[in-house]
């Protein structure tokens, strides 16, 4: 069996980080490991309290599973801090792992913010050159690259920027923009847009992980990374199509949408 392991907060809510990711790998068929970084309470409209982990203690939960289970692929999500960033860094380059995703979590869709600032160069010089494949999304996107997101140009010049500081592939996420979601891929030599339907509600708690989550299973089985990407696009909105209310802001996507229809409340 294939297996992909996420390195990411938990989220209390169950919506996002580890618990959305894990959700994620089951559903598309891939055993999931988890290296909890930070844990949040938080629901589908706030998260109200942070408590970040030891990095030490984040580098052995890595030590833990790679020794034992190992990774086909592997995702990062929520770093809450230079020293988590410096050690997971350390850890993907000591393992040699080669198909990682890094989904730089800054900004909860509620509004809280989950990544130190100062933590944002360590990430850009330290472990973006390490990944196969960055998934951000325009908010994202903007902090790195240090430009004004507002088209679909503005996004091929931001992968553009990002994929000359290391990631052999960038995906910029459009879904903030007005119009079709459209995402980007540059791989350093072409782009590929992938488009869905703007879909209607508040079921969106959760998508960013949910699809960087879809990239590394995919990864892990086997597909080349436009395929991976495209795979993962169609989840996602699926997962969005079939949520329903659950909670008083953005309610998760629906993870098991090819297994069972959640019910109305």
Known sequence: ?????????????????????????????VYGTS?????????????????????????RQIDAVL???GADAAKTGMLANAGIIEIVAAKVAAW???????????????????????????????LLPLALVATPNLDEAEV???????????MQEAARRLYDGGTPYIVIKGGHLVG??????????????FVSQRLPGRTTHGTGCTFSAAVTAFLALGFPVPEAVEQAKTYVTTAIRRGSPIGRGYSPVHHFHEFYAWEEQ
């Open 1 to 29: 069996m294939k297996k992909a392991m996420t390195i990411a907060g938990s989220d209390s809510g169950g919506g996002a980080g580890i618990q959305a990711d894990l959700k994620t790998f089951a559903a598309l068929k």
């Open 35 to 59: 290296v909890i970084t930070s844990v949040t309470a938080q629901n589908t409209y706030s998260v109200t309290a942070t408590y970040d982990l030891p990095a030490a203690f984040v580098g």
């Open 67 to 69: 020794e034992d289970i």
């Open 96 to 126: 040699k792992l080669e198909k990682l995703v890094v989904d730089p979590v800054m900004v909860a869709k509620s509004g809280g913010r989950l990544l130190e600032e100062e933590a944002v160069r360590i990430l850009q010089s330290k």
């Open 144 to 154: 790195l690259t240090g430009m004004k997101i507002c088209s679909e140009k503005d």
């Open 180 to 193: 079709e979601a459209v995402d980007i891929l540059f791989d350093g030599h072409r782009f590929y847009r």
